[in-house]
């Protein structure tokens, strides 16, 4: 298998790609060569043919008479001056070397009329009065009705009559205005003709200077880049290979430049990477050993919290779900929910001091005192006091907690709870009307012995949501240095407050936006979050 995969890297060498690259390359800058060109001399030769259409149309309405014209169109009968104005005409025609030489009078926006019609037929040609439909010249002709001015067509026409470059010059009448207009269209296929030998010719000569160019520049880099690199490939090889062989050599180039400097980098990254390596090996085996451990307590931290959900069987009124994310393998926040008595349900959320296991250990200190004096029946405030003695008491690394502590009543339909240093919960009632949960600051747990810790309580109706989370979230930062929020946050569980969501698909809407707004940047603190929402019993 190794040997198939390096044969298969083999024939994508650095040697195939500068020849494909230069392949690639030449065509691509010919190509753009010949097409400027070729575009270039074209539109120079549409120019001048058309300009060229244009001075022709001018000399032959410089033979008509605008009076004359309009008892033509009037009466649609010759008389004897008909067939001179018409012989004028043709010596212009003839005379200039252009196909079509014609006066048309429009009736309509598609249709028209033939004053004259001088072609390259022999013999007077009788078309006055004949009608016909405009085509692709339409627009052409419409502008120069309309302006009084001369115009012709940007382009190469291909119609029945062939490829053609035309002139519209307009007839006024005696007061000014435009009646009619003399066209002239000019034979554009032996021109054409010209322009695709031209286009071999330039095609050939681009590639023939390109070619022999590029050339010489790929021979150039061969030999001063391609084959150095090759053999600074091989030796990276044969070290790769054994890096403590005695055979190997350094590597010898003697360029004075940029590969010279590759190579004297190559043999001290060498030197190096042997050194390295005796070192490695033992740093690896104690990290292993560290890791194992790490594993091993991020193992035990995610069995001590709750992960079943829903959590409580039968309990069909209560909709609770959480998740923690901790900034290292193990962390210092948590959450916490429990059923206290048949009415009662404990609901805990906290953040240590601190990451790692530290903050792991005093987590799971803070959380088992939790846990021991709500089910003695306590209320919150006495809950929280009672833990914050006991942890101040053995409290040797002078590690504290912000929690926040709240027992739903689930008869009452009411949540009772205390706050120890902790940011406030959201409050999202099922009106959409979004806030943040009443609380007393209070302090710290385990900063002071026999703080006093207020209980509070509030209403809780079914589609009512309460969003407890850790200071992870709010203190996340984005890309450029920009704080998640309580304001962010706010908007966000604005958002939400419309939807039909479960707990669970709040948290995930959570996690998911904390993650787009830090984007690339690293997790900083643990995040933890807890939502729980009333559901109706009906």
Not at 66 to 87: C, F, M, N, V
Request: glycine residues 8%.
């Amino acid at each position: 298998m190794v040997c198939a995969i390096s044969s298969a890297r083999r024939r994508f060498t650095l040697f195939a790609k500068f020849t494909l690259f230069f392949l690639v390359f030449a065509v691509a800058v010919s190509a753009l060569l010949c097409l400027l060109t070729y575009a270039s001399y074209r539109r120079s030769m549409l120019e001048h043919y058309g300009a060229y259409a244009t001075g022709t149309a001018r000399i032959a309405a410089s033979f008509l008479d605008s009076g004359k014209l309009l008892e033509y169109a009037a009466t649609l009968e010759p008389d004897r001056e008909y067939g001179d104005i018409w012989r004028d005409l043709d010596g212009v025609r003839r005379s200039m070397g252009v196909k079509y030489l014609y006066v048309q009078m429009p009736v309509s926006d598609e249709e028209f009329i033939y004053l004259f019609d001088v072609n390259d037929q022999d013999g007077l040609t009788m078309s006055l009065g004949v009608s016909g439909l405009y085509g692709d010249e339409n627009l052409d002709v419409k502008r120069a009705m309309e302006t009084g001015e001369p115009t012709r067509a940007l382009e190469i026409t291909q119609s029945e009559y062939g490829l053609l470059a035309s002139a519209y010059v307009p007839l006024k009448d005696a007061a000014g205005v435009p009646f009619a207009y003399v066209g002239v269209d000019i034979d554009m296929r032996d021109i054409l003709a010209f322009l695709r030998r031209f286009l071999v010719q330039i095609i050939a000569e681009t590639v023939g200077i390109i070619a022999v160019s590029c050339a010489g520049l790929f021979l150039l880099i061969r030999r001063s880049i391609l084959l150095p690199i090759k053999t600074v490939a091989r030796k990276t090889g044969d070290f790769a290979r054994d890096v403590h062989a005695e055979s190997f050599t350094p590597i010898e180039i003697s360029a004075d430049d940029e590969i010279g400097d590759l190579a004297d980098s190559s043999n001290k990254m060498f030197a190096t990477i042997r050194e390295y390596t005796v070192r490695l090996a033992d740093e690896t085996a104690k990290r292993e050993r560290v890791r194992c451990e790490m594993d091993m307590a991020r193992t035990i931290q995610s069995s001590v919290l709750p992960r079943e959900f829903p959590p409580f069987e039968g309990m069909m009124d209560l909709d609770i779900y959480a998740s923690m994310k901790p900034a290292k393998d193990v962390g210092g926040d948590f959450y916490d929910f429990f059923v206290v008595d048949r009415s009662r349900v404990c609901i805990v959320i906290a953040d240590v001091s601190g990451q790692g296991v530290p903050a792991a250990l005093f987590m799971m200190a803070a959380r088992t005192l939790i846990k021991n004096q709500t089910l003695s029946g306590a209320s919150a405030g006495e809950i929280l006091k009672s833990v914050n003695n006991q942890l101040c008491a053995n409290n040797d690394a002078g590690m504290f907690v912000t929690m926040f502590l709240s027992l739903y009543d689930r008869e009452a339909n009411v949540l009772r709870y205390a706050n120890a240093g902790h940011n406030p919960p959201g409050f999202v009632p099922r009106d959409g009307r979004c806030r943040w949960l009443p609380v007393e600051r209070n302090f710290i747990l385990a900063g002071m012995e026999d703080m006093e810790f207020v209980t509070q309580e509030v209403k809780i109706e079914p589609g009512d949501r309460i969003v407890l989370y850790t200071d992870g979230v709010t203190d996340a930062v984005n890309e450029e240095g920009e704080m998640f929020g309580e304001d962010r946050l706010m908007e966000l569980l604005a958002g939400i407050s419309g939807r039909r969501a479960s707990s669970r698909e709040i948290v995930e809407i959570m996690n998911r936006e904390l993650a787009l707004f830090q984007g690339t940047v690293e997790q900083s603190d643990d995040v933890a979050i807890l939502v729980m929402q009333s559901v109706s019993r009906g």
